[in-house]
């Protein structure tokens, strides 16, 4: 059975799904790259390129070791000082 076949035996509701995970997973990837490479974090550039899992490993780095954490928020904008002081507590 080829790879087309066995796709066609999806429903929409399924295709939908599968789709909409692996627009999340890119996105996550995106971000996790992005983050990562400017912080110059290369071995957390190398893992999220090399390894597919599903947006799980972009989202732990983004959330636990991104260097710059404290500084900008998930989507890379500068905090102000009032929103570091409540996220350090």
Not at 2 to 9: C, F, L, N
Not at 13 to 26: D, G, I, K, M, T
Not at 27 to 46: D, E, P, T, Y
Request: aromatic share 14%; net charge positive.
């Amino acid at each position: 059975m080829s790879t087309y076949e066995s796709m066609s035996m999806l429903g929409s509701s399924e295709l939908s799904l599968l789709l909409l995970f692996s627009l999340v997973a890119l996105i996550l990837k995106g971000f996790g790259l992005w983050h990562s490479a400017r912080n110059n974090q290369n071995w957390w550039f190398v893992l999220i390129l090399v390894l597919n899992t599903i947006g799980i490993l972009p989202l732990v780095y983004m959330l636990f070791f991104r260097a710059d954490r404290e500084k900008t928020d998930f989507f890379g904008k500068k905090r102000t000082k009032q929103k570091q002081r409540k996220s350090r507590k």
